[in-house]
Every structure is written in structure tokens, then in C-alpha cells.
């Protein structure tokens, strides 16, 4: 069964950083795109940070750039998100996805925001900046 878990997620002060993890189980992420997503309450969901592991494209949303980056440790099969100079703005549940199938570009990719997308889709974990 294919699974991604995140964790690492909890409350920081502006200015502060994070990184979450996104751990996955029942398959090797070499040939699979993953996704970062948040949803803040009354927010629609929105693609953060992408990469196509098999060719490392990535994208990152405009309000993210310079300060999140995705990173990996393929000895874990784990994904991470790298967030750094936090801001309230940032504050929202995190989700990771990942995906087999074909896409056009990562950057579509990031505006695909449905769960049914994805292979699998991570219970969330919650970030909040605030001082």
C-alpha cells in the first residue's frame, strides 16, 4: 500500500524555521513527483513546493521562493520541506503528495490540488507562526 506520513510540523515564531517530513512507505520515490500543499482555515489549498524526483524539477510557489526549499534522503525514502523565515501568512496544515503518472510540467503539477491526483496523499501536519 502506498503511503506518505508527514511530521515536523508545530508552532515557531516569525522569522523562525521548520522542516517537515514526508516519509514514504510501500514504494521507492525515484520514479514519483512530490508535492508540498497547505489549506488555511477559510483558504483554498494551494501547491506550495513540487519536485519531479526522477529529473529534479522543481517549483516553488512566488510567496515561498528563497525561503522553503524540498530536499531528500533517499536512504529513508523521505521528502522534506525545508521552511525558513517563517511568517504568519505560513501558518496552515501541510500535506505531502506523491505521484506516479505522467505530468506535463511540475509546475502543473503544484496546481493539481485534489487528493484523488495522487497516488497518496499524507494526513497533514500543522504549521503556525505566531509570536
Known amino acids: 500500500q502506498l503511503q506518505v506520513v508527514e511530521s515536523g510540523g508545530g508552532l515557531v515564531q516569525p522569522g523562525g524555521s521548520l522542516r517537515l517530513s514526508c516519509a514514504a512507505s510501500?514504494?521507492?520515490?525515484?520514479?514519483?513527483?512530490i508535492g508540498w500543499f497547505r489549506q488555511a482555515p477559510g483558504k483554498q489549498r494551494e501547491g506550495v513546493a513540487c519536485?519531479?524526483?526522477?529529473?529534479?524539477?522543481?517549483y516553488y510557489t512566488d510567496s515561498v521562493k528563497g525561503r522553503f526549499s524540498i530536499t531528500r534522503d533517499n536512504a529513508k525514502n523521505t521528502v522534506y520541506l525545508e521552511m525558513n523565515n517563517l511568517r504568519p501568512e505560513d501558518t496552515a496544515a501541510y500535506y505531502c503528495?506523491?505521484?506516479?503518472?505522467?505530468?506535463?510540467?511540475?509546475?502543473?503539477?503544484?496546481?493539481?490540488?485534489?487528493?484523488?491526483?495522487?497516488?497518496?496523499w499524507g494526513q497533514g501536519t500543522q504549521v503556525t507562526v505566531s509570536s
Open positions: 519536485r519531479d524526483l526522477s529529473d529534479g524539477s522543481t
Open positions: 510501500g514504494f521507492s520515490l525515484d520514479d514519483y513527483a
Open positions: 503528495a506523491a505521484r506516479g503518472g505522467p505530468i506535463t510540467t511540475i509546475q502543473a503539477m503544484c496546481f493539481m490540488t485534489t487528493e484523488d491526483e495522487y497516488d497518496a
